[in-house]
């Protein structure tokens, strides 16, 4: 019996997880829950899974929810999520806070010894090095959630790195690959929330929508696995069903491919080193007829350049990036800035910034609030 | 240095077999070649990789070659080919005959206790058990030449046979994929030999427009992967790409594709578990811009259902659809039966065929030789 604790336990990630779980009940035991503030979802989830410690990150929710549950240890604020992410006798944290927040409370279980499940890939965005190293020196395993990553870990397994050549992970292109640069200028939000494949969380949609989220990816890929940025590459594959490939020396490739659904890479990063049965329907490529590719247009995806930049940059500079581009999406989401501008602000606030080397927690933080403050600045300039 | 002997080097496997040894000579060695009758190439080979030992099955053609080569040691007849694969110091046989031929010789390189590079399905499409169990027995191990079985066994690396749900062979479909059934009916040999994506030797080009080819690819993937035939399941992919794929329980494929060139399966034989760098060119799926995939149509490819119910059949019935394609493709090479001919001259051999054990080589040669007279029969009843 596992005992597992969930960092956002009410985004559509940790709704997948505990789904997941709930078929497995003779494997895991959901110990502890954490959330930002849907108490009404969690409320649900604590009368289904009955974990001993949840923790609400709003101080206000968390009160209402302790009125309603005073038999339920309900911690809150940061020390909450931390608490949680570091309890006694949790043996596996699924890390999948949505954005910066997520980052303190994965490292903090990192230090604790816990094997994490991660799906924020911010923790490796902005503070890559200091996570890895720290999963390093404990023997943590940091095993990927993300499609993408889980795609390439389980290419990898059982291979040797030095014979990569290349990682090559897979884009949608999101809602807006067949539109030209010019028509980008006046998408909605509403438009920009439509993704093709993936049911995901607004955050996620916008960067899937610019490729944001796959340049978070190439960051977080050069770390996961220890690869040059050089070594990385992307290509857009619409119908979402090769998830990512690594190609080795000799030039073979070996793809991951399923149907889309996110609980194919969570049931992964729990049961690994095994595989669970019947988590997901069988890959039907005859009735899928095709699968196409084509390189991304750096004119009309300027996010993915700006990545390569920010990794080139180093020290904290994707820290900044990422920090920049949670201000301009929401920004965007609530109809401040037009959807090309989004890059345009990320782009700005990036130009100003000095790196620094980034080595401890308090250094990356601090240059995640100065790139959040001047960002939104840029965006009240607009 | 490994000492190599490599059985039909005058072949399209061969010469590539070569081709890649050529670029390391610092790990292969060349040791001693085999051949049917191509003494031409022969000696040029001889030149350049100077073996120790060469056997030419033809005893005229082995003679010519003897006048002209004092000075190396000429074997012949069915026996130089077993003195070939069993020679003393040899570790790696590649096994690359063409057709029934290669069966004995290749058995009697795994009871010698050599490792096997095997291009030569029809070992395991006669006798899969036998060579298994030999092999098995020996401590030797069978890697794949064939694209599709090599993709699999690089799929399959370092994971659990019991956590695959199905094995999934990749198909161009040959040459007459947009033809329909009527219209096979009048295809010539020059027509059918005309490959859209690989450039092999003559049966095997047949075999792969019938889809014969595929379906020994089935009974091959049986024995080497030790899988129960419901789990192997074929696919039409035009493109050639993606050489094959497995799929796990839990939805999970993972799939192996280059650019299609033999060099790569080749290689990866020889150097497994390393690989060679640069074997092939990156694969660029941006350029090739689309995979597809059809479910094949039996009435198309009547072969595949025949292979099928020859291992549901089981024993000698396996050996006795090979033995009879052989004579069936041959007549349709000498225009002496149609295309769509083929098929109807195995499955009524087959129905002639009591299926015995096979338990023993005479048992299995004699199954091959009396179907090889029947299928004969029905050929020139045509």
Known sequence: MKNIAILGSTGSIGKNTLEVISRHRDKFRVTALAVKNNVSILEEQIAEFKPDVVAVFDE???????????????????????DVATLDGVETVVSAIVGSPGLVPTLEAIKAGKDIALATKEALVMAGHLVMSE???????????????SAVFQCLEGRDMEEVEKIVLTASGGPFLKKSVQELMNVTPAEALNHPNWNMGKKI????????NKGLEVIEA??????????????????SIIHSMVRFIDGSVIAQMSVPDMKGPISYALSYPERFSNVLPPL????????????????KYPALALTYNALNAGGTMPCVMNAANEIAVEAFLSEKISFTKISRVVSDTMAEHKV??????????????????R???FVDKN
Do not use: C, Y
């Open 284 to 299: 039907n490529l005859a009735e899928i007829k095709e699968l196409t590719f084509e390189d991304p247009d750096i004119n």
């Open 60 to 82: 206000a929710a968390a009160g209402r929810l302790r009125k309603k549950n005073p038999s339920v240890k309900i911690l809150s604020g940061e020390q909450g999520m931390i």
């Open 375 to 377: 960002a939104g600045e």
């Open 135 to 149: 999963a390093l020196k404990r023997g943590v395993s940091i095993i990927p959630v993300d499609s993408e990553h």
């Open 205 to 212: 949609s916008i960067d899937s929508a610019t490729l944001m």
């Open 356 to 373: 620094m080397k980034g080595n401890t927690i308090e250094e990356i933080i601090s240059a995640s609030e100065w790139a959040k403050q």
């Open 222 to 239: 050069r770390w996961l696995f220890n690869i040059p940025v050089e070594k990385i590459g992307v290509i857009l594959h619409p119908q």
